[in-house]
């Protein structure tokens, strides 16, 4: 893990935060000894969060096929 100053991390932002995006964590130190973490957050997605496709059927006919399935 880098440590970066606090005048190297207001010069090079756009490459901390793609090393902080593969390494999970880039260090900044002040002139006074205070040392932050620049760490990239995590992406919650719901797994019910699927693409959609586009498709040529119209909504009776998924309810027929849905109907269909439930008589089976």
Do not use: C, H, W
């Not at 970066?4 to 593969?22: D, G, H, I, P, V």
């Not at 205070?34 to 959609?52: G, I, M, N, Q």
């Amino acid at each position: 893990m880098q440590v970066f100053t606090y005048s190297e991390a207001r010069q090079k932002l756009a490459m901390l935060l793609e090393q902080a995006e593969n390494t999970g964590k880039v260090l900044i130190r002040r002139k006074d000894g205070r040392t932050f973490a620049l760490v990239p957050e995590k992406v919650v997605s719901s797994p019910l969060d699927v693409p959609s496709i586009k498709a040529k059927i119209t909504t009776q006919e998924i309810v027929d096929i849905i109907r269909e399935g439930r008589e089976r």
